[in-house]
Every structure is written in C-alpha cells, then in structure tokens.
C-alpha cells in the first residue's frame, strides 16, 4: 500500500531525516564493534567512536525543529508508529548528553587490561540500549512500544550482568531478565487485548474506541497489562524487585544510566500513552478513573519506595529506593496529565528528568568512587570521613540533599514545578500533591544518613577507613559539573524551566478508524490535535 | 543605592561564609565578626534611611526569577520586616562573640552561621511567597548541622527532630502555597497567576477568600495549612516539643540565635502571610487560636516551673512567652498586634541574654542542674546583677522590655471584647489565664534565681574564673538593650505604625 504511493520515496526521505538520531545511534553501535578489529584492546578509539556518535545524534535531535501546528503534523513518521515532537526531541537531548556523561564515567573508572578488552562490547551495549530508550519516548502505537522497551530491556540485562565473576551482578540480572519477560509478557498481552478490542495498533484509535464503547472489561485489563509492562521498566511496586539487586550487583556506571534513562524513557512513553486518551477521551469518569489508577500505582510506588529506603544501610540500595520513590513522583505527575493543561505537567517532567539525572549520576558517581577506594557500600563504615575527604563528602550531602528537595538545589524545583501541575488537578491533584509532600518529609530521615555518619559519628578506633587517595581531576570534573548544575537549576532555573516550557508539548493524532478510510492511505488521514488546550 | 544595599545585606554573610571556608581555619572568627559588623553597618544604614511613615516596603528589588510560573525576587523592608532585621543583625555579632571560643572546627561554625544568617534575612525581606519558601527552609539546614556537630549528648536527635518538625511545617507551607497559585491562576481579572505577597493582599484575591467568594473552603484549610506551618516555628504549645530538645543540646551562641531571631519567624510570618491573606478564616477561628495562645502561655509556665535543668527551664520559657505572642494575634485588635510584635522584639533581646547566661555558668560547671547551684551572687556579684537585669526583663517587670509586650498583649486581648460578635465572657476568661500567666512566670523565674543566686556560696565553685570581658560585653549589651528597649517602646512603635495601620486595613480592622 505504501509502494503504490507515488509519494513513497519523498516521503520515507522525509521521515528518515526525522529519525536521524536513532540512525546515528545505529550507525555508531556498528562502527564500535568493527574497531576491534582495527586495533584490538584499546579504550581510546571506542570511546570516541561513541562519544562522537552520540554527540551527532545529540546534534540530530536537537535539529528537529518542529514549532508550527503544520510541521507538527509531520512530526508523525512511519505510518504513525513514530512521534517526532518537541517533547521527545527535548529528551533524546538530555538522553544523549547523559549517555555521554555515562561514557566518560564509565572511561575514567576503569583502567585494567578486562576493561580494555570490553569496551567496544560494553559500549556497544550502552549504545543500543540509548537507541530502545530513544525510540520509546517517541513509541506511538503498540508495536513500537513494545519493540523499543525490549530494545532498551534486552541490552539493560547484560549491561546488569557485565561483571561476569560478580555473584551479585548475575543474580541482579538473572532477576532482572526474569522479572523483564515476566513483564513483556503482561504487556503484551495486554496490548493483544487492546488490539482486540479497537482493531487497530495505533494509542489514538485505541482512545477514540473508548469513546465510541466506553470503558469494557476488557479495555480495562488490556490498559492494566500494557500499565504492568510500564511499571517494570519504571520500577515502580509491585513490579520494582529487581531493582535493588540490579543496582546493587551491576556496574556503578550501569546502575546511573539505568536509574535515569531508563526510568526517564519509560515516563516519556507513559506519558504519551496517557496524553492519547487524555486528548481523545472525553469522558470525564473515564479520564478520572485512569488518572485514580495510575495516581495509586505513583503513590503507592513513591511512599513504599521511601518507607523501604528508610532501612537500607547500604549506600546503592537506598540510592535504589530512593530512585523507585522518584519513579513514582514522576508516574504521580503524569497521573494528573488527563485532567490539566498538559503542557504544565510535560514541561515539569522534562524539568524533572533534566534535574534527576544530574543528581543521580552525582550521587552514583561517589558511590562509584567510596566503593572503590573503601571497598564499602556500608554507610554506617563511612563514620568520619568528612574529616578526611571534606570535599567528597560534602558533594555526597549536596546531592543526596536535591534528591531529598532542598530550596536551591535543582531537585527542590523539580518537585515544585511537578506540584505546581499537579495542584490543578482539583482534588486528585490535591491529594497527590499532600502524597508527594509527606513523601519528602520521611524521606528527609534517610537522605540525611550519609551526612549523620560522615560528619556527626566519629570514627571507631578499631576500624580506621583506609584514606581516600586523590581522584583523578577528570572524576572531580563530573562531580562539579552535577554539584553546579544542581545549584543553577535550583537557584536561577528560568534557563531550564524556559527550555522545559518551549519542549512542553506532544503530538496527538487520531487516525480515524479504518472502515471510513479504505480508499485513503493511512498517511494522509492525519488529523492532528496538537494540544487539548482548546476544550480545556 | 538602598535598594542594591538590601541585596547585598541578604548575601554578604554567604561571601563570609565562603571565605571562612577557604582562608585558614584560624582567621575564621574574624572574618565571621567583621561580616556580622559589616551587615550591622548595613542594617543601621538601611534603618536611617527607612521613612517611617511608608506603608508599603521600601528598598524594593523585583526580578524575575522563575518566568515560568510568575516566581519572582521580590525583596523589601517594611515596618514589619525592619526591626526584626535589626535584631538578627545586632543579636549576630553578639553570637559570634559567644561563639569566640567553641573548639571543634571554628571556620565550619562559623560558615553554617553566616549561611543561617543570609537565610534569616532573607526571610525577613522577601516578598514573594516561593522566594520566602526557599529561605524559610534553608535556614533549617545549617541549624541541622549546627545542633547536630556541637551539640551536646543527644545532639543528632535533638537535630534530626528539629529538621523533620520544622520541615514538617513547611510542607503545610507549601501546599497552601501550590494552592494560592492554583487560585490565582484560574481567576479571570489576574494577569496569570502571583506569589507576591502584596498582589495577594489586594481586594481582587481577598474577595476570592471572604465567606461570600469563591474559595472561602480552600481559605480556611489554608488558614490552618499556614498557622500549623509557623506555629511549629514559634512554638505554639502542642507542636513545641522540638524545642526544649534542641536548646538544650544546642551550643549557647545557637540556643541564642534560635531562641532571639528564629522562632521569630514563626510570629512574623503569621502576620505577613497567614493574617493578612486569609483574615476571614482568621477571625471565623480566632476564639481557637486564642485559646491555643492561652493554653502555651501557662502550659510553658508550668513546664518551666518544673524543670531542674536550667537550659530546659529557660527554654520552656520561651514557649511560654511565644504564647504571648500568638495570643496578640489571634485576639485580632491592633493593641493585640503592636503587643504581639514588640513581645517578638522583646523576647529576642531577653532570652537571648537568658541563654548567654546560661552558658557562661555551663562553660565552668559543665552541667545544669537548678539544684546543685547555689550562691552565685556571692562569688560573682556582677555576673549576678547582670544576671537579675537578663532574667527580670524575661520576667516582664515593668522597665524592661518584655514588660511592654506583654501588657500590650494583655490589653489587646481585653480590648477584644468591644469587637463585634464576640463574648465579652469568653475574653474575660481568656485575659484572666493569659495574665494569671504573668504570675507563673514570677514564680519559675524568682524561684529558679533564688535556687541559683541565692543562698551560701558554694564550695565546688571557688575555683571558678570571673566572667571574662568579652562575656561582660555581651551581657551589658544585651542588658542595656533590655533597659532601652523597656523605656523608649517608641524605638521601635516609630517604624511599625505605619505598617501596621496598613496591616489592619488589610486585616479588616482599621476601626479597632
């Protein structure tokens, strides 16, 4: 059908521009691995090789302008199955500049001959995991969704598993990879049901099937199983085991890029699944039902999240739970998604993302560097350290401090702008927001652990830490850039909050449904509905 | 020029703070007292050149901050901010100089204190609610670490529970907050939504909160959202427990600074946020408050009455004197409010000289217990005259500064009774408990002086050094302070007046 059009060709160069920083991803992971082959057991040329490539992707997306309602519309490539909008262009952005953070991370930590040797394996494995997270922040129909979270999983359990003598490391990913298609196979079943019920794979049909029959049964257990594969990939409970034993067994620099793009790459996608029915849906019990659905599973995953954290004496599990508890005052944002102007909340969440990932890498980067020259996680062993090392530990205390929310870190204004959405919401809105607060009270008790121990509790005598050795400059360049970038976005967030607000708007098409439009390609019957501002 | 010097007043302490940090440990004290000396200069500066009779701030920065949502920087002095920022200021070198001689890592002290102080004054001067957010909240997190580094035996329990309560009033602050935003947001007559203050106080928003608007629901949640928030700060008896525990763990320069500038925010932002945006919620309640008001008063009293610990006695105290100052609020008449706000005034110069007298025995004796003291006046009978000044001007005799408020309150709250639709029964009743207050009051103070001053000297004491310079410095400055403060009321009605009147017009009240 689509060769039969005389526009085919124009029209799949058009799209394929769209998805040039996918291609690049591509184009990279292929390059790393020929460079063994050139010259075997050498970090250097794999590491630009990929740092190149996604610093050309990151180029690629940030040229996807698309402003105006009319190159909006075109913003929907490959048959509707991909959205290209500012708001997924805005996450590939922060994406590809937290994959290459990673890079770096990941380059300046090891040094040994194995570390050599893996690097174009590992990269290449960092690098499809990007493109399944890329692609599932602009997944628009069900097919998509699927095979971009098991192009993000598939890559993540190996990655999990990297150190391949590591006990932990092979329990986290074998819990990881069971847990992983445990989960696709709800969503998959689940999208089977959803498919049977509207005939159609596209999330717009799906949404306009509700308005024609209404919310059945099976509607209902077809939303709750795609919403189960969702909440693997989110670690959000109950479906949130593996990732503490994920976080804990695999490599630091896994544990950052899956804490963040992961978890980030599945809000984008959850989002958009929920902007599609808030968009098309017009029944207001229906829209109040799916926001008190997801609204629980945030509220519940953030407040077990954080009474969890309050008994990990291990620094990378309670950095784990502390994650889950963030995964779910993001879900909680894009609860309330259906009920508000969406640009709001999109705009709060990419903030979000944006603050999120800084200090979470932060945060791992010092675990990375405690674990290695202490040859502890404990943090009751880190009893004090601030004498020693000042510098580390108070970077340690700043970032634990934004995840906790302190006015004049950036966290603070993450969860600010998230509640400033949320609020409007009416009562649901109110409720999640009261959640979300109580949340940061508790949570005050555990993030403020490493700062109680490092400074407060002296050191036992029987047990004098080993002195931390000095770091290598480039290690201080990553933990002063997160430590900056939280205090500018905490302190003069209008850059970030503007950049936000710009990418705050996603694409919602509805492809009237197939028996009306036999005689027309799909492509051309585009009806866009660019924001639902107008009916709000 | 003033409008830049109140910036800088607000952040000059953090570039002390980064310079006692970077430059040798050794020098820290001074640098911390030359920045305290600096921003004294700055505050007087910025008091000479204050116009009294203004209403509205003076000084008044506005930039935007967060375009996104309407967050502005918005700061400015008025009557109601400037003499609580004199106080921190002139308090903050004192407490420098009761902190001359702590030990462990002077410049870390001395840093987290410059950062407490941009945190204070940046309470004290913002107009913006979110901007008032941040620094109210900031301002916990160097007191965290100042309880919990110096502290005594249970410091990191007494700072853990003063962070999680405080906090725990913030978060009441901050959903009221989210809220009023969603209010103005959705009004049609507002240009986009506002967190300023003053906006919130025009008669556009107030209609929205008024029995007969809109949101009158959503106002009387806020109401009580914002009065828990400061209440926790102030302390108003249910939630004072943090208190009595982070004094009595908290080096004397923070138990000072914590009882003299800090627990005024509390007061303070009931009559700039809490009275003035929802003052139909504030007077459908106000028997409730004023009852709690009450109840703090004698429920301090008694507590201190029945302390042996000297530092918990005074700490409870200042419960019992903060009750004083809820109660002026809660009665709603404009005697209640000057008497609410020169007790604040008072009670920051009086128990500050408490605590700092306090410590000048705990140093030497290294405990606090009322009953194993004896006989001080004996061996130190200037300290002991200094000492009868600080805890009679707590005390409320007339003269010293914590008479005035006190009797202003008492006055207020009688006058209460002429309002419309109130029981004159019920005033009476509640006048009477707050004033039997006073007698209790006496009664801890005198008898605690008698168990400590009086009596034969005692033997384990003889060896005790005098009380040095730098400590008589400090006590005479306090002590002249609380005669001043207790002779020339006017010092500090002068700069108020105005503001207040606006205050009650806003409030409702311009008749009473």
Known sequence: ?536 | MYDSLLNWLIFTPCIGAVLCLLLPADKAKNIALGTTVVTLLMTLSLALAFETGMQGPQFVTTLDWIPAINVQYKIGLDGLSLPLVVLTSALSVLVVGAGWKIGKSPNVFMALYLFLMSGMYGVFCSLDMVLFYVFFEISLLPMYFLIGIWGGPRKEYAAIKFFLYTLAGSVCLLITMLGIYNVTSSADFINGNTWDMMALQSEAVQALFAPSGEYWYFARWAFWLTFIAFAIKIPVAPFHTWLPDAHVEAPTPISMILAGVLLKMGGYALMRITYPLFPDAASLFWECVATIGVFGIIYGALCAMAQTDWKKLVAYSSVSHMGYVTLGIAVLTRTGFDGAYYQMIGHGITSAMMFFLVGVVYERAHHREINKFGGLWLKWPQYGGWSMLGFFAGMGLPGLCGFIGEVMVLLGTFHAADRAGVDPTFVYILGSFAAFGVVLTAGYILWMFQRIYMGKSREEYEHFEKPNAREYAIMVTLGIAALLFGIAPLLVFNYTHATFENLMAVIGLAGS
């Open chain 1, 1 to 536: 059908m689509l060769l039969s059009d005389p526009q085919w060709l124009p029209q799949l160069m058009a799209d394929l521009k769209l998805v040039m920083p996918e291609l690049w991803l591509v184009v990279t992971m292929c390059l790393v691995l020929i460079v063994p082959f050139i010259r075997k057991g050498n970090v250097v040329l794999p590491v630009f090789v990929t740092i190149f490539g996604l610093m050309m992707a990151l180029l690629a997306a940030q040229g996807v302008h698309l402003d105006s309602f009319e190159s909006l519309r075109q913003g929907l490539v490959f048959s509707n199955s991909l959205a290209i909008d500012p708001f997924s262009s805005l996450f590939k952005t922060l994406l590809m500049v937290f994959a290459i953070l990673v890079v770096a991370q990941w380059t300046i930590f090891g040094r040994d001959k194995t570390h050599a040797l893996d690097a174009p394996d590992f990269l290449c494995l960092l690098l499809g995991a990007t493109f399944g997270m890329s692609l599932m922040a602009s997944a628009n129909n069900l097919i998509m969704i699927f095979i971009a979270t098991e192009s993000a999983s598939i890559p993540s359990y190996a990655l999990a598993g990297f150190r391949k003598k590591n006990k932990m490391a092979t329990e986290g990913s074998l819990k990881y990879v069971l847990f992983g298609s445990v989960s696709s196979a709800l969503m998959l079943y689940g999208m089977s049901m959803l498919y049977g019920v509207s005939g159609s794979l596209q999330l717009s049909d799906i949404a306009s099937t509700i308005n024609t029959d209404g919310m059945t049964p099976l509607m209902v257990v077809g939303l709750v199983g795609m919403l189960g594969g969702f909440a693997f990939k989110l670690s959000a409970v109950p479906m949130h085991f593996w990732c503490p034993d994920v976080f804990e067994g695999a490599p630091t620099e896994v544990t950052t890029f899956l804490s963040v793009a992961s978890k980030g790459a599945a809000i984008c996608m959850l989002a958009r699944v929920i902007q599609n029915l808030g968009t098309i849906v017009y029944n207001e019990e229906v829209l109040t039902g799916i926001a008190l659905g997801v609204g629980a599973l945030g509220a519940v995953t953030a407040t077990w999240g954080n009474l969890v954290a309050l008994h990990q004496t291990n620094l990378k599990r309670l950095l784990a739970y502390s994650s889950i508890s963030h995964a779910g005052y993001m879900i909680m944002g894009c609860a309330v998604l259906l009920l508000v102007e969406p640009k709001l909340i999109l705009s709060a969440l990419l903030f979000y993302v944006l603050v999120y990932m800084f200090m979470n890498l932060g945060a791992f980067t010092v675990a990375a560097v405690l674990e290695r020259h202490l040859g502890t996680l404990e943090i009751a062993d880190y009893a004090g350290l601030f004498k020693k090392s000042p510098a580390l530990a108070s970077l340690l205390i700043v970032f634990m401090l934004s995840l906790f929310g302190m006015p004049g870190l950036g966290g603070f204004m993450g969860k600010f702008l998230l509640g400033a959405g949320m609020i409007k919401a009416g009562t649901i809105g109110t409720v999640l927001v009261g959640i979300l607060l109580l949340n940061t009270v508790f949570s005050l008790w555990y993030y403020l652990r490493p700062a109680y121990f490092m400074i407060f509790v002296d050191e036992q005598d029987d047990q004098s830490l080993p002195g931390i050795a000095p770091l290598r400059p480039a290690i201080w360049t990553i933990l002063g850039v997160c430590c900056a970038m939280l205090f500018w976005t905490g302190l003069l967030p209008a850059v970030g909050t503007d950049i936000a607000q710009d990418n705050g708007h996603m694409i919602v098409a509805s492809v009237q449904n197939a028996q009306d439009t036999n005689n027309q390609h799909t492509s051309n019957v585009i009806e866009p509905i660019a924001k639902a501002d107008a009916h709000r």
